[in-house]
Protein backbone atom coordinates (compact mmCIF):
# COMPACT_ATOMS: atom_id res chain seq x y z
CA UNK A 1 0.00 0.00 0.00
CA UNK A 2 1.17 3.47 -0.64
CA UNK A 3 2.02 5.34 2.18
CA UNK A 4 2.49 8.26 0.77
CA UNK A 5 0.56 9.67 -2.13
CA UNK A 6 1.18 12.64 -4.42
CA UNK A 7 -2.43 12.81 -6.23
CA UNK A 8 -0.92 15.27 -8.80
CA UNK A 9 1.10 13.64 -11.75
CA UNK A 10 2.15 17.12 -13.39
CA UNK A 11 1.01 20.84 -12.36
CA UNK A 12 1.59 23.45 -15.03
CA UNK A 13 0.92 26.87 -14.14
CA UNK A 14 2.09 30.27 -15.59
CA UNK A 15 5.18 32.18 -13.83
CA UNK A 16 3.70 34.33 -10.98
CA UNK A 17 0.99 32.08 -10.11
CA UNK A 18 0.47 29.90 -6.98
CA UNK A 19 0.83 26.45 -6.92
CA UNK A 20 0.14 23.54 -3.89
CA UNK A 21 1.52 20.62 -3.97
CA UNK A 22 -0.37 17.95 -2.27
CA UNK A 23 1.02 14.88 0.05
CA UNK A 24 -1.18 12.89 1.98
CA UNK A 25 0.89 10.23 4.28
CA UNK A 26 -0.37 7.20 5.97
CA UNK A 27 1.44 5.76 9.12
CA UNK A 28 0.42 3.90 12.41
CA UNK A 29 2.98 5.33 14.39
CA UNK A 30 2.92 8.34 16.55
CA UNK A 31 6.56 9.32 15.85
CA UNK A 32 7.29 9.77 12.04
CA UNK A 33 9.03 13.01 9.80
CA UNK A 34 7.51 14.62 6.82
CA UNK A 35 10.08 15.70 3.90
CA UNK A 36 9.99 17.12 0.63
CA UNK A 37 12.42 17.16 -1.78
CA UNK A 38 13.25 18.80 -5.40
CA UNK A 39 14.18 17.25 -8.10
CA UNK A 40 15.37 19.56 -10.84
CA UNK A 41 15.88 18.70 -14.49
CA UNK A 42 19.66 17.96 -13.80
CA UNK A 43 18.65 15.19 -11.75
CA UNK A 44 19.85 15.77 -7.70
CA UNK A 45 17.49 15.28 -4.93
CA UNK A 46 17.77 18.84 -3.15
CA UNK A 47 16.16 19.09 0.50
CA UNK A 48 13.69 21.35 1.01
CA UNK A 49 12.15 20.88 4.61
CA UNK A 50 11.55 18.14 7.28
CA UNK A 51 8.81 18.00 10.10
CA UNK A 52 8.17 15.73 12.65
CA UNK A 53 5.23 14.83 13.99
CA UNK A 54 4.49 16.81 17.06
CA UNK A 55 5.60 20.04 15.66
CA UNK A 56 2.35 20.76 13.62
CA UNK A 57 3.40 24.89 13.23
CA UNK A 58 3.50 25.83 9.39
CA UNK A 59 6.30 26.99 7.87
CA UNK A 60 7.13 29.66 5.83
CA UNK A 61 10.76 30.30 4.00
CA UNK A 62 10.75 32.72 1.43
CA UNK A 63 8.23 31.36 -1.60
CA UNK A 64 7.71 28.47 -0.26
CA UNK A 65 4.99 27.19 2.67
CA UNK A 66 4.16 23.70 4.28
CA UNK A 67 0.99 23.22 5.89
CA UNK A 68 0.94 20.32 8.17
CA UNK A 69 -2.41 18.92 9.31
CA UNK A 70 -1.80 15.90 11.63
CA UNK A 71 -5.82 15.04 11.59
CA UNK A 72 -6.20 14.54 7.96
CA UNK A 73 -2.84 13.28 7.39
CA UNK A 74 -1.63 16.24 4.74
CA UNK A 75 1.98 17.85 4.31
CA UNK A 76 0.75 20.25 1.51
CA UNK A 77 3.54 22.86 -0.19
CA UNK A 78 2.52 25.90 -1.36
CA UNK A 79 4.77 27.78 -3.70
CA UNK A 80 3.98 31.76 -4.22
CA UNK A 81 4.60 33.62 -7.31
CA UNK A 82 5.93 30.53 -8.99
CA UNK A 83 9.11 31.13 -11.27
CA UNK A 84 10.38 29.28 -13.92
CA UNK A 85 13.46 27.90 -12.18
CA UNK A 86 10.65 26.33 -9.55
CA UNK A 87 10.05 24.31 -12.54
CA UNK A 88 11.33 20.24 -11.30
CA UNK A 89 9.63 17.33 -9.45
CA UNK A 90 8.63 17.68 -5.98
CA UNK A 91 8.40 14.43 -3.86
CA UNK A 92 7.15 14.33 -0.56
CA UNK A 93 8.64 11.55 1.71
CA UNK A 94 7.82 9.79 5.18
CA UNK A 95 10.36 8.73 7.40
CA UNK A 96 8.43 6.32 10.40
CA UNK A 97 9.61 5.85 13.98
CA UNK A 98 9.26 2.14 13.34
CA UNK A 99 12.44 1.46 11.05
CA UNK A 100 14.98 -0.13 12.67
CA UNK A 101 17.14 2.24 12.51
CA UNK A 102 18.96 4.03 9.67
CA UNK A 103 15.92 6.98 8.99
CA UNK A 104 15.15 4.73 5.45
CA UNK A 105 12.87 7.48 3.30
CA UNK A 106 9.50 5.84 1.62
CA UNK A 107 9.15 8.38 -1.38
CA UNK A 108 5.19 9.62 -3.06
CA UNK A 109 5.61 9.44 -6.81
CA UNK A 110 6.22 12.99 -7.05
CA UNK A 111 4.49 15.79 -8.48
CA UNK A 112 6.14 17.44 -11.99
CA UNK A 113 5.93 21.05 -11.94
CA UNK A 114 6.16 23.23 -15.08
CA UNK A 115 6.07 26.63 -14.49
CA UNK A 116 6.19 28.92 -18.03
CA UNK A 117 6.98 32.28 -18.46
CA UNK B 1 28.86 23.09 1.50
CA UNK B 2 29.36 19.36 2.69
CA UNK B 3 28.24 17.08 -0.50
CA UNK B 4 27.64 13.63 -1.09
CA UNK B 5 30.00 12.61 -4.52
CA UNK B 6 29.14 9.79 -6.56
CA UNK B 7 30.95 8.41 -9.24
CA UNK B 8 31.01 7.43 -12.29
CA UNK B 9 27.68 10.00 -13.48
CA UNK B 10 27.00 7.49 -16.20
CA UNK B 11 28.29 3.77 -16.84
CA UNK B 12 26.48 1.79 -19.51
CA UNK B 13 26.84 -2.17 -19.33
CA UNK B 14 26.23 -5.41 -20.68
CA UNK B 15 23.88 -7.25 -19.33
CA UNK B 16 25.26 -9.84 -16.82
CA UNK B 17 28.17 -7.94 -16.20
CA UNK B 18 29.02 -6.49 -12.78
CA UNK B 19 29.23 -2.72 -11.89
CA UNK B 20 30.61 -0.86 -9.01
CA UNK B 21 28.83 2.20 -8.30
CA UNK B 22 30.88 4.89 -5.66
CA UNK B 23 30.12 7.78 -3.36
CA UNK B 24 32.05 9.62 -0.68
CA UNK B 25 29.11 10.56 2.18
CA UNK B 26 29.56 13.98 4.14
CA UNK B 27 32.57 12.96 6.51
CA UNK B 28 31.08 13.46 9.71
CA UNK B 29 27.97 11.59 8.48
CA UNK B 30 27.26 8.00 10.39
CA UNK B 31 24.44 6.56 7.67
CA UNK B 32 24.09 5.87 4.66
CA UNK B 33 21.83 4.63 2.21
CA UNK B 34 21.15 3.60 -1.99
CA UNK B 35 18.05 4.52 -3.59
CA UNK B 36 17.35 4.22 -6.58
CA UNK B 37 15.24 5.88 -9.34
CA UNK B 38 13.86 4.02 -12.59
CA UNK B 39 12.94 6.59 -15.30
CA UNK B 40 10.15 8.82 -14.61
CA UNK B 41 9.43 6.76 -11.56
CA UNK B 42 9.24 7.46 -7.74
CA UNK B 43 12.62 7.01 -5.91
CA UNK B 44 12.95 3.69 -4.14
CA UNK B 45 15.06 2.66 -1.05
CA UNK B 46 17.40 0.00 -1.65
CA UNK B 47 19.57 0.02 1.75
CA UNK B 48 21.07 1.65 4.53
CA UNK B 49 24.54 1.28 6.11
CA UNK B 50 25.59 1.75 9.80
CA UNK B 51 28.16 0.36 12.18
CA UNK B 52 30.10 -1.05 9.40
CA UNK B 53 26.89 -3.28 8.34
CA UNK B 54 23.43 -3.04 7.08
CA UNK B 55 20.93 -1.78 9.38
CA UNK B 56 17.82 -2.26 6.46
CA UNK B 57 17.16 -3.11 3.01
CA UNK B 58 14.18 -3.58 0.76
CA UNK B 59 12.77 -6.16 -1.22
CA UNK B 60 15.01 -4.80 -3.97
CA UNK B 61 18.40 -5.71 -2.51
CA UNK B 62 18.73 -8.92 -3.20
CA UNK B 63 21.57 -10.87 -3.67
CA UNK B 64 22.55 -9.35 -6.86
CA UNK B 65 23.63 -6.27 -4.81
CA UNK B 66 25.69 -5.34 -1.57
CA UNK B 67 27.04 -2.81 -0.57
CA UNK B 68 30.88 -2.19 1.51
CA UNK B 69 32.36 0.70 3.37
CA UNK B 70 36.08 -0.31 1.85
CA UNK B 71 37.95 3.16 3.87
CA UNK B 72 36.52 5.28 5.52
CA UNK B 73 35.48 7.21 3.05
CA UNK B 74 34.05 5.57 0.01
CA UNK B 75 30.75 3.74 0.27
CA UNK B 76 30.15 1.36 -2.71
CA UNK B 77 27.04 -0.48 -4.10
CA UNK B 78 27.93 -3.59 -5.95
CA UNK B 79 25.48 -5.32 -8.83
CA UNK B 80 27.21 -8.88 -9.18
CA UNK B 81 25.02 -9.74 -12.43
CA UNK B 82 23.17 -6.97 -14.06
CA UNK B 83 20.00 -7.17 -15.77
CA UNK B 84 18.16 -5.03 -18.17
CA UNK B 85 15.42 -3.99 -15.19
CA UNK B 86 18.70 -2.80 -13.24
CA UNK B 87 18.80 0.01 -15.11
CA UNK B 88 17.91 3.10 -13.61
CA UNK B 89 19.18 6.21 -11.35
CA UNK B 90 21.08 5.35 -8.20
CA UNK B 91 21.37 7.75 -5.41
CA UNK B 92 23.74 7.44 -2.47
CA UNK B 93 22.59 9.58 0.41
CA UNK B 94 24.16 9.80 4.02
CA UNK B 95 22.50 11.52 7.36
CA UNK B 96 23.99 12.85 11.01
CA UNK B 97 23.66 10.38 13.70
CA UNK B 98 20.53 10.37 16.08
CA UNK B 99 21.05 13.66 18.15
CA UNK B 100 23.14 15.40 15.70
CA UNK B 101 21.85 18.69 13.97
CA UNK B 102 20.09 17.60 10.89
CA UNK B 103 19.60 14.10 12.17
CA UNK B 104 17.05 12.40 9.79
CA UNK B 105 17.55 14.40 7.25
CA UNK B 106 19.40 12.55 4.05
CA UNK B 107 21.98 15.03 1.67
CA UNK B 108 21.28 13.25 -1.64
CA UNK B 109 24.62 13.02 -4.20
CA UNK B 110 23.96 13.68 -7.85
CA UNK B 111 23.08 10.24 -8.74
CA UNK B 112 24.89 7.46 -10.80
CA UNK B 113 22.77 6.76 -14.28
CA UNK B 114 23.05 3.24 -15.05
CA UNK B 115 22.21 2.11 -18.30
CA UNK B 116 22.58 -2.06 -18.98
CA UNK B 117 22.45 -3.18 -22.41
Known amino acids: AQKVTQAQTEISVVEKEDVTLDCVYE???????LFWYKQPPSGELVFLIRRNSFDEQNEISGRYSWNFQKSTSSFNFTITASQVVDSAVYFC??????????????FGKGTSLLVTP | EPEVTQTPSHQVTQMGQEVILRCVPI?????FYWYRQILGQKVEFLVS????????KSEIFDDQFSVERPDGSNFTLKIRSTKLEDSAMYFC???????????????FGAGSRLTVL
Open chain 2, 93 to 107: ASSPGAGATGANVLT
Open chain 1, 27 to 33: TRDTTYY
Open chain 2, 27 to 31: SNHLY
Open chain 1, 93 to 106: ALRERGSNSGYALN
Open chain 2, 49 to 56: FYNNEISE
